[in-house]
């Protein structure tokens, strides 16, 4: 199976089912038995209940820094989508490969690992490839923690980390963090006949979003802006609320949901005081509490650095550079490795997510090249 193309390795990686509440270890046991017998090491991070695992593959010398590759190998649901395929059976059409994480991002992950075995064959290599799976990205950046610790222990320090998100092979230097809460509003219940005599939650929610939206138009107003951005702003965003068991009774509790997506210059910690000082100043603060339930940071590397050129040159030197609206797991390896970190990947981040998510076939080919020329620059 070493001589798998690496689109018949994502129709393999397809036919997995790694939707983020179930287990990914199928699709790590077979990457492991993949890998492993070319002379590739590998060393597995489990989950506490050990229904998932990350996975870190090696090549190449120890006591050099080296390339570092970095994918999620869980997708989001596809329940109560209308796909017109088979989700996790991939179906070329059209000189497009469809199913669930064609283009995010199991694409990237069948490309890396056709270069890792590809650098098996090699005789020697002056530096080392590493390639990071993790779990649980788009429920939090969860897994990825595991991996970072492991890389502490085993001491494995990167020149250049590429994340494979799809950003259709251009290079994306930056974006925001995002940090997930929920605040919680307690009322007092009671019969709707005698609602003013009680605090209805429901009320005290509606205070929070007001905060919320207050703070909203301050920051977009404000003088922190960064224009690499569709949205150039820290953006504030209610997404879920929930409260209320019955239009008699008046409501003892009501749970909102938001998020905050930061600009670097711009810290969470900054956009939580402004809505906690609006609050504070109704009569409804005593019954709120928040919780955070996730966090991650943004990425902002300069676009001056050498590993910029770098990775320009084995792509094309006029490849555009760029700041994502999305996520990644790059702000936490450059928080805990302090390397150059870059996110660049085949596919589109406007297909993922959606039913008939896919990859064009062309850019597989882009990303095997552009491997081809990263394998060759670490050949001794």
């Known amino acids: 199976m070493s001589n798998l193309s690496s689109i018949q390795l994502l129709k393999k990686l397809v036919a997995f089912d790694t939707t983020s509440y179930k287990s990914n270890l199928e699709l790590i046991m077979f990457i492991k038995n993949l890998l492993e017998p070319a002379g590739i090491s590998i ?46 059976q991939a179906l070329i059409k059209d000189d497009k490969i469809f199913g669930r994480g064609t283009a995010d991002m199991k694409g990237f992950i069948a490309c890396a690992i056709h270069a890792m075995l590809k650098a ?47 950003t259709t092979m251009n290079i994306a230097t930056g974006h ?37 939206t207050t703070t909203q138009k301050q920051i977009a107003e404000g ?32 749970v909102l949901d938001y998020e905050i997506r930061n600009v670097a210059e711009q810290n969470t910690e900054s956009v939580q005081a402004k809505i906690f000082e609006y609050i504070e100043q109704s009569p409804y603060a005593k019954f ?51 390397s150059a970190v870059l996110v660049c990947g085949p596919g589109s981040i406007q297909v993922a997510h959606k039913p008939d998510e896919y990859i064009e076939i062309s850019q597989m080919q882009q990303c095997d090249a552009f491997f081809e020329r990263l394998l060759n620059h670490i050949k001794r």
């Not at 003088?223 to 965003?237: E, K, L, N, S, W």
């Not at 650095?305 to 936490?332: H, M, R, W, Y």
């Open 120 to 166: 098996a064959q090699m005789p020697e290599l002056a530096k080392p490839l590493h390639l990071c799976l993790s779990y649980d990205e788009e429920i939090g950046c969860i897994g990825v923690r595991g991996i970072l610790g492991l890389l502490s222990e085993l001491i494995i320090q990167p020149e250049l980390c590429v994340i494979g998100e799809p």
């Open 288 to 338: 709120v509490s928040f919780q955070e339930i996730n966090q991650y940071p943004g990425l902002n590397t300069s676009t001056t650095i050498q590993a910029v050129k770098f990775l320009q040159n084995l792509l094309d030197p006029a490849t555009e550079l760029q700041k994502i609206s999305f996520g990644t797991e790059g702000g936490l390896f450059h928080q805990q490795l302090n």
């Open 176 to 212: 925001k963090g995002k940090a997930v809460f929920k605040a919680i509003c307690r009322g007092q219940e009671g019969h709707s006949a005698l609602a003013p005599l009680y605090v209805n939650a429901i009320y005290c929610a509606q205070n929070v979003v007001e905060a919320i």
């Open 223 to 254: 003088p922190i802006v960064d224009m690499g951005y569709d949205v150039p702003y820290t953006t504030v965003h209610v997404g879920k609320i929930q409260g209320g068991k019955a239009l008699n009774i008046v409501p003892n509790e009501c």
């Open 43 to 88: 060393t597995l991070n489990f989950n506490p209940e050990q229904t998932k695992a990350n996975l870190l593959a090696s090549i190449g010398p120890k006591d050099q820094a080296g390339i570092l590759l970095s994918g999620h190998t869980d997708v989001v649901p596809v329940e109560g989508q209308a796909w017109s395929t088979e989700p996790f």
